[in-house]
């Protein structure tokens, strides 16, 4: 579709950004806080700093949200540590914990922008893995309730909007990089127990979130990362469809409709894997039903056929940035590979820069559940460091997250339904494996790995906060609602500009 205007957003639409705990707020041991998986797993990321420290929001999340609101945002969507608010397996609610995140939501509130939260971004509490093996057995799913109910009645007199479990298909599909494998020795079967496991979680939060929560609204945050066929052959078309459904329609379809799929299904009977699926449970799945989707979407995938007798390959990321650890695509023989896509750029870590595949991904989602969506996460993470006069000129994120935002505008008038954009990410934290060496913020954080790694603690460290080129620019978009591009606004690549672009 062509539009011969520029795209309009909803008065009341979410411009914010978005956060992860264990990224971002450091202090991992004060305020009563135990370990959690993940904070052990980042400690094995060398060179990369581990998450001790993170950028300090802990104890400086006052001058940060000052920061959003001076940029104009309207949202803020963070996590909430599990092991902030239950430390240990007697279950006792730690009050220093939930009087952290009241303060942060307090502050939010008081400066009119709206608290958006995770139940649960990848950071399990090491209690409930070594006392009850994490998301290997059912125990987990009345902790997690127990958790969730914690959460929502403690913050749900002011949290509305909220996120059940992040990127559960990416835990499972990058089970071995985001540690979801830990203890499992059969992760091509184990994986989809621990799926299964995982969906009796979040049902469970959702119908907890309607039943405690007056006005509490609840989805779930897959990954998407939409798959485009890699030529007109009919077989690349076919590999397009399983690469989709074994990255992130099989979720999505559960989510909605509560039960599985025939085609995940008949995977299980092929490969002679067992779920685990007990009486009762597809009930729980179905009675819980969700009121949105929380969109992650960063870049696209291109795949192609592969033939049975190819080689297998797992997916290899670039983990560094650089020439040293450069990515592999995964090869699933009989099924699909994927390839670099000739039409589009790469970053240094060889995602995909691609502000089109938004529109794409939010139409798809529209098409096939018709529920709304809120966008959180999307952004590019890149190597910084400030320039001779102090500041992070980065326009280059600017003109990746503009061409987002318009390709957002564009799913709109498309008749999408979508609620709020809250870009990835506010100031610069660690990224999931790279430490604060890839950076996605608006606001630079004057730390560096080496820096984090060499400190005792966060007092040792000025951790300034330097507004990029990109914080001025989405507060201009913010303002004007959505119609100030920037003057030097480019055509997007999805070429649909027009005159009245250049406000
Ligand atoms: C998403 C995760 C985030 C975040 C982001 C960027 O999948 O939900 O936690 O890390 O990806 O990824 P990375 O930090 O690896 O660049």
């Not at 971002?24 to 001790?52: H, M, Q, W, Y």
């Not at 670039?318 to 040293?324: I, K, Q, T, V």
């Not at 494996?433 to 560096?448: C, E, F, H, Q, S």
Request: with cysteine.
């Amino acid at each position: 579709m062509h539009y011969d205007h520029n795209p309009r957003f909803p008065d009341n639409f979410l411009w914010g950004a978005s956060s992860a705990a264990w990224q971002v707020e450091g202090g991992v041991l004060d305020g009563g806080r135990t370990l959690s998986t993940i904070d052990l797993n980042s400690r094995t990321k060398a060179p990369f700093a581990d998450n001790s420290i993170a950028v300090d929001h802990y104890h400086r999340f006052r001058e940060d949200v000052r920061l959003m609101a001076e940029c104009g945002m309207k949202s803020y969507r963070f996590s909430i540590s599990w092991s902030r608010i239950i430390p240990a397996s007697d279950g006792v609610v730690n009050e220093e914990g939930v009087a952290f995140y009241n303060d942060l939501i307090d502050e939010l509130v008081a400066n009119g922008i709206t608290p958006i939260v995770t139940l649960y971004h990848y950071d399990m509490p090491v209690w409930v893995d070594e006392e009850l093996g994490g998301w290997r057995t059912r125990a987990i799913v009345d902790k997690f309730a127990e958790y969730s109910r914690v959460c929502l009645e403690r913050f749900g007199d002011r949290v509305k909007y909220w996120l059940s479990i992040n990127e559960q298909n990416m835990q499972i599909v990058y089970g071995h990089w985001l540690g979801t494998s830990k203890g499992c020795d059969d992760w091509f079967r184990d994986q989809w127990r621990i799926n299964h496991i995982m969906n009796l979680c979040h049902a469970t939060a959702v119908n907890l979130c309607h039943e405690l929560v007056d006005g509490g609204k609840i989805g779930p945050v897959p990954g998407l990362v939409p798959i485009y066929p890699f030529s007109s052959d009919p077989m690349d078309q076919i590999a397009a469809m399983n690469a989709e459904e074994f990255t992130e329609k099989i979720w999505n379809d559960t989510y909605v409709y509560g039960e599985y799929s025939d085609f995940v299904k008949s995977y299980w009977e092929r490969n002679d894997i067992d779920p685990g699926i007990e009486p009762g449970d597809e009930d729980l799945m179905k009675s819980a039903k969700i009121d949105f989707f929380a969109v992650n979407c960063y870049r696209s995938n291109t795949a192609k056929w592969a033939p049975v007798d190819a080689t297998p390959q797992e997916y290899e990321l670039n983990s560094h940035g650089d020439e040293s650890t450069k990515l592999k695509f995964p090869v699933v023989p009989g099924a699909y590979q994927l390839v670099y896509n000739p039409f589009v750029e790469y970053t240094a870590w060889d995602w995909e820069i691609d502000p089109v595949s938004m529109r794409y991904c939010l139409r798809y989602m529209w098409d096939h559940y018709r529920l709304p969506m809120v966008i959180t996460e999307n952004g590019m993470g890149v190597h910084e460091s400030l320039g001779a006069d102090g500041k992070i000129h980065d326009d280059y994120r600017i003109e990746f997250l503009r061409n987002t935002a318009y390709q957002i505008g564009l799913a709109i008038e498309d008749g999408c339904e979508v609620f709020g954009y809250n870009l990835w990410s506010f100031t610069d934290f660690l990224s999931t494996g790279n430490g604060i060496a890839k950076r996605y913020g608006l606001v630079y954080v004057d730390v560096t790995d080496e820096q984090l790694r060499a400190a005792k603690d966060a007092s040792e460290l000025a951790l300034t906060r330097i507004p990029k080129d990109s914080y001025y620019w989405y507060s201009n978009l913010i303002r004007s609602k959505g119609q100030d591009w920037g003057n030097d606004f480019a055509r997007p690549s999805a070429g649909e500009l027009v005159e009245t672009a250049h406000v």
